[in-house]
Structure formats: structure tokens, C-alpha cells
């Protein structure tokens, strides 16, 4: 088999498994700032009423404003919460409740709308989703989300500020009473403490805002227009990336296969892990293998099933990240190092990391889609380079 050398970034250089020291879950889990949101997450819903000669800049210079309530947009939110209902196994609900609308004050920032809105929730919220009435500029963001801080969830919003923002052209009347759900399932990961991911040149791209491209078709956190991108029909966003799942309680240590590859000689392979699919009920397999690369990065891999939230996928298969500190919110990013493996290929070398990982055949049982996945570290002599 004619195997494909990829050449991730010379930014990587440097990060092959260092010697010394034991690594740790704890470690990998510090990294993930594990944070296991409410089992029932009560969010206030609440329109930004924005005056019609709102200064141009962040909104669209149009007058039209959105002309359903609150209510009718929690209605149109039920396909967020299944999709989070999916994903955590059932572990997670969302309960969107209606509020009163808030106005943007003077400063035309809808941040002035958020906080009205959080110091008027109720004392069981947990979090506010502010949609203002009217649309943002193409050129702008879409909305933002965070997890809010000062205190231990469950915890009233308007102590934690935990808050999504986004504005109104995914619930304007052009989409009918289907409206593009992926910008708030984003949002609402950013609010359950996850980050963005792409890949490393999409992270290296100097002309990209934050330097950073969405560019990812396998994550929420990333190109969440994927699905909608291959069929208009979609709504929703891409699955959840195994790493976050961990994060936030929704897959367990015990579906984690945490590999040190300096406990493996050079050459040799290390025993196949059987992973299932990342979209797999508990119980069956493991989900996430991790291996530790020094300086409290860390490899993950996990199967992505192109069903269902990843219908859009040409194919099933092996997906690998990297893992690592970085200076934003969350304090890591994910780094897709290969999507190679999702497809045909069934071996891969990270020069960077001097691993080679090896990929079984895709099982399919039921339900279940399984496959082994093995790896070895290679010695210096070992490693091509193919920058062609
Ligand atoms: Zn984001």
C-alpha cells in the first residue's frame, strides 16, 4: 500500500514524545478544564430590540426587524436540544424558557442587551441566549457564546454571566420556520467551555481573523455549516468531537484508551485499540484514545460514523487531533492533524509527532461501526519527508 506522507507544519516541529517524566489523565484532563455543565440547563431566551437608526458597523444597515417573539423562537429550537440530548447520551437537557425583550441601550453594543438580560433572569437560570431583532453586516461575526465564571455549576446566570449572543438573520422570514440551528448549537458549545478547532494551517493562516479558519467538517466548533454546505436541506451542525465530549462528563475515562508511547520501544507496535464510533451508545468500546506528546500535548483518535449529525461525510473513518495549550478562552485548541484515515487510507506518518498509525477495516455490527487502530514511534531514520 503506497502510504501518504503528510507534513503537517513546521509550527509542530519539536513535539515528538519527550523522555522523561510520567504523563498522567490528570493531565489530560487538566488541559480539558473538565467542567460538567447542569443535567438540566435551564436558558432564558430574550430578543435585543435594536432601534432602527442604529448606528451602522456590527448591523446591517437595514431597517427591517425580526417580527417573531421569543416564544416562537424557543419553538424553533427543539432540534438544539436534541441534538445536545444525542450526544450526551441523554445526560444533558436543555430547557429554554421565555423572557421579556431588552433594549440596546446608546452604545449600539449588544453586550448592553445581554447584561439587561442576565440581571433579570430568574434565579434557576443557568444561562440567557439574546437574539437581537435585527441582522448583522456580512462582514461580521455571528454571535459569540462563554461559559460564564465565579461559581460552580448549577449556577444562577446572572452571577455567572454565562450568555449566547447572536443576531437575527438565521431567524429571519426568508428560512420560513426552519431556521439554521448550527450558529446556536456553536455558541452554546463556546458556553459549555469548548473550543475552536481546524486545522494547523488553518490556525497558521495570517490573513484569518484570531488566526484562525474554520475549516473543519467534523466538528460543531469549527465549520458548522458543514451539513447545510452539502445538502441546503440540513439545519444543524456537524457531531461533537470526542475531546469535548470528555470534557463536559458525556464520555468517561473508562471509554478512554490513554496510550504512553514512551512505555513502547522504537519500531514496535503498540496492541490494537478497538475503537467505536464516537457517536456510539456507552458501554461498547472505547471511544477516544489519547496519547501523551510532551509539553501537556496530547494526540487523540476516534472514529467519526458519516451517519446521522455526520451524514455529510463522503465516509467513516479514523480521525486524529492534536491537543494542545493555547491563549484563548478555553485555554487549548484542537488541531486536526490527518482526515486522511476518513476515507481509504489506512496508514499515516506524523513526521512531526515520529508516530505511524496503522487502521483496520471498518466492522459494522448493528449499530455498532468499530475499527482497530495501532501505532508505533519511529527513530529519527525512520521518518520521510515528502513536501511535494
Ligand atoms: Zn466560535
Known sequence: MRRKFVVVSVLLVGCAPSSGGEVSTDDFDALLRLRTPPATDIWEVALCRVPADVEAGLFAPFEERLEIDAAEIVDRLGPVSDYFARWSQGEYTIEWRVAAPVDLDSSGDPMSCVDRALDSSADDAHGVLVVADAQHDTDQIGGWGRP?????QPCA????????????SDFMPQWGDASPLDLVQHELGHALDWPHSATADGFADGSANDHQV???PFDV???SAAPRN???????????LAVNLHSVGWLGRSEIEFVDPNRHPIDEWHDATRLVSTDSGGGVGSRLMVIPVGDRRFVTVELVAARDDN?????????????EPADNNEGRRNVVLTETLVGQERSWIWNDGRLEFDVGALVEDGNVVATDVRFRRLGSDRVARDDG
Do not use: N, Q
Not at 452539502?230 to 461533537?240: E, M, N
Open 311 to 323: 451524514d455529510h461525510l463522503s465516509s467513516s473513518g479514523v480521525l486524529i487531533h492534536l491537543v
Open 221 to 223: 466548533m469549527s465549520d
Open 230 to 240: 452539502s445538502d441546503t436541506r440540513r439545519r444543524g451542525a456537524p457531531g461533537v
Open 148 to 152: 460564564g465564571s465565579g461559581c460552580e
Open 157 to 168: 446566570a446572572k452571577t455567572s454571566r454565562r450568555a449566547m449572543y447572536v443576531g437575527a
Open 214 to 216: 474554520y475549516d473543519s
